[in-house]
C-alpha cells in the first residue's frame, strides 16, 4: 500500500464516528459553536483547526451521554496516534458530565486509562465469552 492508500483509509476511519452518530447528530451551527473543550480531539490540519470527535453539548445531557457512549463504542477507529487523547477526553466528560456507562472489558479505551481511576459512573462489563 503506498502513502496515499493509507491517508485514504485514515480519510474513511475518521468519517465512521459521523456515520455512527447518523440520527443523533449535532446541528451544524450548534456544532459551529460549541468550544474546542466539548471535542475528544482537535488538531490542526493545512494551517485549519479540526475538530473531531464532539462528545459534550451543553444543556443537552440526553445528546451528551449518546454522544461519549458513540465515541467509547467506536473507539477503535480513532487513529492510534490520537487514542491517548481522545480517551483522556472521553473520561474527564464521563466524570463532569456524570454520565452512567458499560464499558467492556474488551474495549480498546481501557489500554490507554487507568482502570482503578475511572469515575464511579463507569460499570465494566466482563468480555463475552468466545465460541
Known amino acids: 500500500m503506498t502513502e496515499l492508500d493509507y491517508m485514504e483509509m485514515d480519510s474513511a476511519l475518521e468519517s465512521v464516528f459521523d456515520l455512527a452518530m447518523e ?3 449535532i446541528d451544524p451551527k450548534v456544532r459551529e459553536k460549541l468550544p474546542d473543550e466539548c471535542f475528544g480531539i482537535i488538531e490542526e490540519e493545512d494551517g485549519k483547526k479540526k475538530r473531531s470527535y464532539p462528545l459534550v453539548v451543553p444543556g443537552d445531557k440526553k445528546l451528551t451521554d449518546e454522544l461519549v457512549t458513540k465515541a467509547v463504542q467506536f473507539f477503535h477507529y480513532c487513529k492510534p496516534d490520537r487514542r491517548e487523547a481522545l480517551a483522556r477526553a472521553i473520561v ?3 466524570r463532569e458530565n456524570g454520565i452512567k456507562i458499560q464499558i467492556s472489558e474488551a474495549s480498546q479505551i481501557l ?3 487507568d482502570k482503578s481511576n475511572l469515575p464511579k459512573t463507569v460499570t465494566l462489563v466482563p468480555r463475552k465469552p468466545r465460541n
Open 23 to 25: 440520527g443523533h447528530t
Open 92 to 94: 474527564r466528560a464521563i
Open 111 to 113: 489500554r490507554y486509562v
